[in-house]
């Protein structure tokens, strides 16, 4: 079994921490096990394991739909709201960013970098203060202002956002900050927009 993820140590594993931060911080939305699984590339019998466990735990609900099972956060316990605060603080980011930044004109690609990404992908250290974002594309300075303010706001830490153009990007200059970014761990946002 693999360590338990560097964001939240008391979680058993990684998925475990993004299956409940997509769910938690998105209680309207009901989720098929085949989505879940497409979303986070595991298998869906991987998610149903996780799903029938957090059932169990009072955590989830679930309802069949034809051949369908989706399912959905209990909003109706004392666990919820803090729960849900817990997982927006440590796996929070990836799904509030990725989210916001799809509906943001000009942004091409997105991606978590820095101690946020670095404990995500497992290397030990302190929990991260504040979630650095490199945003590619052209989209409005004064728009992605608001967006840290908001994100900010909602993570209860610092959201930092650095915008480079899609030609900066490409170009694999020696710019210094990019080739700092590149070195280490990148988290790309999935920006395709849901249906």
């Known amino acids: 079994m693999k360590a338990s993820p560097s964001l939240l140590p008391v979680l058993r594993s990684r998925l475990q921490g993004e299956l409940l931060a997509l769910l ?4 309207e939305r009901e989720y ?12 869906p019998t991987t998610v149903l394991r996780e799903v029938d466990r957090l059932i169990g735990g009072g955590i989830l609900t679930d309802r069949r739909v034809g051949r369908s099972r989706l399912v959905r956060a209990r909003t109706d316990t004392a666990l919820y709201r803090p729960l849900s605060d817990l997982m927006s603080v440590s796996f929070g980011p990836l799904p509030l960013l990725s989210e916001t930044l799809a509906d943001v004109a000009g942004v091409r690609q997105a991606f978590i970098y820095g101690s946020w990404a670095a404990r995500y992908n ?3 250290g302190p929990p991260p203060a504040d979630v650095d974002v490199l945003v590619v594309g052209d989209p409005d300075p004064d728009t992605l202002f608001d967006l840290a303010e908001e994100a900010s706001r909602r993570l209860r830490r610092e959201v930092n956002i650095h915008r480079v153009s899609a030609e900066a990007w490409s170009a694999r200059t020696d710019d210094p900050f990019l080739t700092s970014v590149r070195e280490r761990p990148l988290i ?8």
């Open 32 to 43: 098929n096990i085949t989505e879940l699984a497409a979303d986070f590339g595991v298998t």
């Open 24 to 27: 938690l911080l998105h209680p």
């Open 188 to 195: 790309r946002l999935n920006l395709e927009r849901e249906a």
């Open 122 to 124: 497992g290397e030990s």
